[in-house]
T-cell receptor, first 112, second 113 residues
């Protein structure tokens, strides 16, 4: 029940295309779902996050779609750029704790 | 404002040795969490400290310990190092208020030979 399953493991997208990464969870107590971007040798950087009371959140080229009934959420990167090439992690956490449960990561490569 | 800082950047130890990793949270943040990230995997939660008290512990052996100081900086100690402890150790800070936003530092790369 503590797992967050992330797919795909790797993704190759042409420049200007849409990158889509999916995550699924089981624990309905989770109430905060952030996405992180990580470059090699660096710490994860917070990209965007959502709570279950909204179905979509958009910040610039990044959008989170959230489906509470299906217990799934996804990250969409619009107009993908080579600089977006990185590993992306979804995560989830419960109220009153900072223990994040991370997905296994998606390695994105955007071709120029 | 400076982000989360960690030291050292890299560290090489041999099996059986002990290591201390350090973290300074974002100014004003009172919560520090530690994560272990093995190559190719997502970070795994080790500890969370808030206001100098341990508030959460992950599924790690007692060889791992941590503490938080009055200035909210933190240390992670690992005793009797094993080869499997080789990883990127991440520190994350949070204000302790308003949602669950955590901000990660650059990490300390620990290699155990």
């Amino acid at each position: 029940q503590q797992q967050v399953k992330q797919s795909p493991q790797s993704l190759i997208v042409q420049k200007g295309g849409i990158s889509i990464i999916n995550c699924a969870y089981e624990n309905t107590a989770f109430d905060y779902f952030p996405w992180y971007q990580q470059f090699p040798g660096k710490g994860p950087a917070l990209l965007i996050a959502i709570r279950p009371d909204v179905s979509e959140k958009k910040e610039g080229r990044f959008t989170i779609s959230f489906n509470k009934s299906a217990k799934q959420f996804s990250l969409h990167i619009m107009d993908s750029q080579p600089g977006d090439s990185a590993t992306y992690f979804c995560a989830a956490t419960r109220p009153g704790t900072y223990k994040y449960i991370f997905g296994t990561g998606t390695r994105l490569k955007v071709l120029a | 404002d400076a982000g989360v800082t960690q030291s050292p950047t890299h560290l090489i130890k041999t099996r059986g040795q002990q290591v201390t990793l350090r973290c300074s949270p974002i100014s004003g943040h009172k919560s520090v969490s530690w994560y272990q990230q093995v190559l190719g995997q997502g970070p795994q939660f080790i500890f969370q400290y808030y206001e100098k008290e341990e508030r959460g512990r992950g599924n790690f052996p007692d060889r791992f310990s941590a503490r938080q100081f009055p200035n909210y900086s933190s240390e992670l100690n690992v005793n009797a190092l094993l080869l499997g402890d080789s990883a990127l150790y991440l520190c994350a800070s949070s204000s302790g208020l308003n949602f669950n936003e955590q901000f990660f530092g650059p990490g300390t790369r620990l290699t155990v030979l």
